[in-house]
T-cell receptor, first 112, second 111 residues
Framework: EPEVTQTPSHQVTQMGQEVILRCVPI?????FYWYRQILGQKVEFLVS????????KSEIFDDQFSVERPDGSNFTLKIRSTKLEDSAMYFC??????????FGPGTRLTVL | GESVGLHLPTLSVQEGDNSIINCAYS??????FIWYKQESGKGPQFIID?????DKRQGQRVTVLLNKTVKHLSLQIAATQPGDSAVYFC??????????FGQGTELSVKP
């Protein structure tokens, strides 16, 4: 069964450093999303992406965040200058239709 | 504002019993809801969905009920098994696919 994959599974970084989280969508999926989950809290929407542009973004998704599909397959989330409060699980989700979402296993980001 | 929340943060049931997990939402215009299961160390996994033109939808061992009058969702799991132990989230899905998750209920199944 096809799955969304994410790399790395765990990323440790120093505050102020840039990180790039990667997602490989299920083949032929057209809709892409990033969510995050701070430990012990609910999953929060960050951004949705379709047709090579952002469809919707949350207040969390400020100028420090960006997304792209650099090679038409991988979907990446970049945080330019990480803060302590960026520590969380980051989930990628992809779907063939706009309201269908299959989640990846997540990347645990730890900012020191 | 938008919010989706859960009544009970934890639920402990005996194996074989039925489980009921509840959820309240605040946006009366919402028309699509999804229940997700999240096991430790994994991403949310789709369980069942329901549109606002329905009151009830059944899957394999799971049933979702929607009461639009009081803006309430519930997930019923029949004959709960140890493998059902996880955190369960309800989520409201807007037209663009954005999911607004509730806080989550941890279901613990005792053998």
């Amino acid at each position: 069964e096809p799955e969304v994959t994410q790399t790395p599974s765990h990323q440790v970084t120093q505050m102020g450093q840039e990180v790039i989280l990667r997602c490989v969508p299920i083949s032929n999926h057209l809709y892409f999303y990033w969510y995050r989950q701070i430990l012990g809290q609910k999953v929060e929407f960050l951004v949705s992406f379709y047709n090579n542009e952002i469809s919707e973004k949350s207040e969390i998704f400020d100028d420090q965040f960006s997304v792209e599909r650099p090679d038409g397959s991988n979907f990446t989330l970049k945080i330019r200058s990480t803060k302590l409060e960026d520590s969380a699980m980051y989930f990628c989700a992809t779907g063939l239709a706009s309201r269908e979402q299959f989640f990846g296993p997540g990347t645990r980001l730890t900012v020191l | 504002g938008e919010s989706v929340g859960l009544h009970l943060p934890t639920l402990s049931v005996q194996e074989g019993d039925n489980s009921i997990i509840n959820c309240a939402y605040s946006n009366s215009a919402s028309d699509y809801f999804i229940w997700y299961k999240q096991e430790s160390g994994k991403g949310p996994q789709f369980i069942i969905d329901i549109r606002s033109n329905m009151d009830k939808r059944q899957g394999q061992r799971v049933t979702v009920l929607l009461n639009k009058t009081v803006k309430h969702l519930s997930l019923q799991i029949a004959a709960t098994q140890p493998g059902d132990s996880a955190v369960y989230f309800c989520a409201e899905c807007n037209q663009g696919g954005k999911l607004i998750f509730g806080q989550g209920t941890e279901l613990s199944v005792k053998p």
